[in-house]
C-alpha cells in the first residue's frame, strides 16, 4: 500500500500498471496521486520522454489522455508529473518508466517456429517440453536490447544460457485465437559481442491443457509454437533484428511429460543434444498484444513448516497454507532416486495426501504430481511449467529423511498491488479475512478462477459475485481488463457468454453447436457481462474500457430480452399473460448454486433443463438491463438508456407480480430468493420491511445459519444491515456451527471452501477447498463493519460514503483503502458507550458520512475525528 507524497504527485501509472513493459497502445493514460495535504487539483503538466503537454486546466488525475502524444514502437521512457492545487504549484513527481512493445503488426518479421513432434501426437499429459534454440554473431557490444516473446503454449526463454526476466507461465492465459500477449524484456546486459544464443523452452501450457469438461486436450490448437524478435542497438550505432525462424533448432528436454495442472516428469540426466531444424509455422501476427494486467511471478515463498514420515515410506510436508504455485525441492537424491511429489489440499485417515475429493478422474488418474528421476548434482527441482493448488505434499521415492528446510512452497500467481486491508478487535473475523484473501490469491494467477485444483477455469459466475471484493483487496484492474477483454473477444454470435473465460472450446463451436449454446445463457454466470464491466467502471472510472465492452453489455441484454419475449417455460400453460413477456424462465440454470443442503442429487436435477428459475434469472435480466442502462447514460446513448431503463421497469414489474405476495413473502422462500430481491432492489420501497423480516424467519428458522450458496452469499449480510437487522448480521458471521464461516475457521481451513461442509466433523474433505465464493463476506467488513462504500454516480471514490455499522460485540474495526485518487480510511472505537470515528478523505474526493445516532456530515480531503452516540 503506498502513502501520499508531501509536495509532489506520487504513485504514478500507465493504464493503471506499475512501470510496464511493451504497451502496445498508442494512447495510454496517465494516472497519479495529489500531493499530500491538497485537497483538489486545478491543473496538470506532463512530461514524457521529450513531449510536454504543457499546463492543462484539468482536475481529471485518474486515466488521462495525453491528447498529442505520439508514442513510437521500442521507446523506453522517462515520465513525470507536476500539479497545480488549492496549496499552489508542486514539485514535479519523481521520474517512472515505461516502455512500447510493437505497435504495428507489419514491424513483426520473425516467424513462429515450434518442435516436430510425433504424429499421432501422444495424449495430453505425456508430452514433453521442447528446446527451441537460435544463434547470432554481433560485432560489437550492445546499447539497448529488447526482446519480445510470446507463445502457443507456455514459454521461459533464455539468452545465453541465464534466464530472462522473472516473470512465471508467459505468456498467460488468453483466448489465444484473438489475443496472444507478448513479453517485452530488456536483455542488454545479457548479451555480448561475438556469438550469442537465444533459446526458449516450450511446454503445454494453458494452450494444450486439459479443459474441466469437455474433457479434451489442444482446446485452442493442436501444436505448440514460439515467436520472438530481439531489437539490438549497437554501440557503434547501426541497429539490428534477431527472430525467430529458420535456421533455429529444437529437441526434447529433460522434463519428459507435463501438463498444466498434472504435473510435470523430469529426467535430471537427460542431456539435450541431439538438436534437429525447427519446424516454422506460418501462424502470423494478427492476434499479438501487450501486457494489460501485471504480470504472474513468484510473489512469496513459505518455507515448510512440517514433515512426517508416514508407515507407507510416504513423507508428508506441510507448508502451513494453502497456496498456488509450486515447490522447490532442495535435492532429488542421489544419481537415480525417483522421486514423486503429490499435492493436495487434504490429508487422508492416514495422514497421506488425498485428491480424491477433487473429482480429478478425467485425467486418468494423474493430477498435482510432480516426479523426477535424479541426476544426483544436488540440482534443485523447481517445476515451473506446472502450477497446483495445494497444502501438503506426499514426497516418495527420497532416500534422505526430508527436514522443513528442504523444500519452500513457491507462491505464484498475479503480482496484484495490495490496495486494502482491514482489522477489528474479534480475532476470528480477521482471520476470515486472511483466508478469504488467500483464497483470492490462489485463483489470481493471470486468469481469476474458481479453484487452483480440479478444474482451475475463469468461471464468469464465480468473478462477478468476487470482483467487488478483490477490487477493495488489490488493484485487479489491469487483471480484470484482460478478463474482460478475452469475453468480449468470445461472445457467443447469439450474444451468449461463455461460462468459463477464456473459452479452450471456442474452436468447437461450428462441431458443438449446443453445447455452446447450453451454458452461455445461465443467470448469474452470464450476467458477468454486464456486472464486471459496471463494477470496473465503478471502481476505477475507465470510461475507454466501459465504451470498449458496452456492446458486449447491449448484445447480452438484448438476448436475455430475446429469450423472455419468445420462450416459454414449459410448465406454464393458459393463455399467456403480458407480463410473460419480460420473464426468463427458460434454458439451463445453475441457480443459487450449493446452497447447504444441496445434495449431489439434487444439484443434477437442477442442471436439468426442465427447472424452472425464473426467480433467479428474472432477478438477474433486471439487474443487466439496469446496469447496462447505468452504462448507456454514462456513455452518453441517450436513446439506449431510456429504453434499458424502461426495459429493467418491466422485468422488475413482471417478477413481482409472478414472486412476490403481498405480504412481502417470496416463492420460493429461500434466504438466497430474499436477498437478492432486495439487494437487487427488485421490491417496492413500501414492502421492503416486511421482505427483510421474512427473510429474517427463516434465518431464524434455521437456527440463525446461512442458507445461501453461490450467488447471495456477498448479498446477505449487507441487506439485513440495510434493513435494520445488522444484528442478525453478526450473528451469521459469528456463528459457529455448521453451515458457517466460523466452523471453516474451526475445522482448520486456510482458504475458504467450495462447500459449506468441505471439511465434515470428521475431517474428510468434499469438492475444493479453495473457491473464493463463500469468501466474499469479508466485503461486509469493508462496507458494513468499517462502513466504506461506493456512492453511485461517483466512481472510484470519488464521493464515498462512511457508514460503519457495529455490532457483534466488536470493540473497534478500521479499514484503508488506496483508491484512484488516494488512500481512504475508516476507524472506529468504542469508548465511554460512545463510538469515536476517524476518517481519512484523499485529495480530490470528499466523504459522506452517517454516523450510528444519525447524524451526517459531509468531510472534505484530511482526516476528521467524530464522536457519536449509539443506539
Ligand atoms: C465450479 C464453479 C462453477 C460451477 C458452475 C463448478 O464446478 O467449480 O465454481 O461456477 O461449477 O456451477
Known sequence: MSELVAGRPSRLRVEGLRCPHGLTLRSPRFSWWLPAGTTNQVAYRLQVGEWDSGRVESASSVLVEATGLHLQSLQDLSWRVRVWTDLGPSDWSAPERFSTGLLTLTEWVSTWIGPREATPLPPGGHRPAYWLKGEFDLGVAVRRATLLATAHGLYEAFVNGARVGDQELTPGSTAYAHRTQVQSFDVTSMLHAGRNDLSALLSDGWYRSVSPHMKIADGYGARTAFLAQLHIELEDGTGTVFG??????????????????????????????????????????????????????????????????????????????????WVRLRDAGPAGSRVSLVHGEALDADGDVTIEHLHFAHLDGVAQTDSIVSAGNDEPYEPRHTTKGFRYVSITGHPRDLAPADLTAKVVHSDLERTGDFACSNADLNRLHEISDWSFRGNACDVPTDCPTRERAGWTGDWQLFMPTAAFLYDVAGFNAKWLYDL????????????????????????YPFEAEFFATAAGWADAAAHVPWQHWLHYEDHRLLDQLYPTMLRWVELQERIAREERHSSRTGDR????????????????????????????????????????????????????????????????????????????????????????TIAPGTQANYARALSFDLVPGALRAEVAANLVAIIRKAGTHVGTGFLTTPMLLPVLADNGHVEVAYELLLQRTEPSWMTMLDRGATTVWERWDGLDEQGVPSDSLNHYSKGAVISFLHTHVAGIRLLPGFPAYRRFLVQPQPGGGLTWARARLDTPYGPIESAWRQQDGRLHLSVTVAPGTTAEVRLPDGAQAELPPGTHSLVSDLP
Open 244 to 325: 525467430t525462424g529458420p535456421g533455429w533448432v529444437f529437441t526434447p528436454s529433460s522434463i519428459t511429460a507435463v501438463e498444466l495442472t498434472r504435473g510435470q516428469h523430469q529426467d535430471q540426466r537427460i542431456t539435450s543434444s541431439d538438436w534437429q531444424p525447427a519446424l516454422c509455422a506460418d501462424l502470423g501476427h494478427g492476434t499479438l498484444v501487450g501486457p494489460v494486467a501485471p504480470p504472474v511471478r513468484q510473489v512469496e515463498e513459505l518455507p515448510a513448516v512440517a514433515v512426517r514420515r508416514l508407515p507407507n515410506g510416504a513423507q508428508v510436508v506441510d507448508v502451513g497454507q494453502n497456496v498456488n504455485g
Open 577 to 664: 399473460q403480458p407480463h410473460e413477456a419480460f420473464l426468463l424462465d427458460t434454458r439451463f440454470q445453475f441457480g443459487e448454486w450449493l446452497e447447504p443442503d444441496e445434495t449431489d442429487d439434487t444439484i443434477h436435477s437442477l442442471m436439468r433443463l426442465e427447472a424452472d428459475m425464473g426467480v433467479v434469472a428474472t432477478g438477474y435480466f433486471f439487474r443487466s438491463a439496469q446496469q447496462v442502462a447505468a452504462a448507456a447514460a454514462v456513455l452518453g446513448h441517450d436513446a439506449d438508456a431510456r429504453r434499458l431503463a424502461g426495459l429493467a421497469e418491466q422485468v422488475r414489474r413482471a417478477w413481482q407480480i409472478e414472486y412476490l405476495a403481498p405480504d412481502g
Open 488 to 511: 468480449a473477444a468470445q461472445q457467443l454470435p447469439s450474444g451468449g457468454i461463455p461460462t468459463i473465460v477464456p473459452d479452450r472450446h471456442e474452436s468447437l463451436r461450428g462441431e
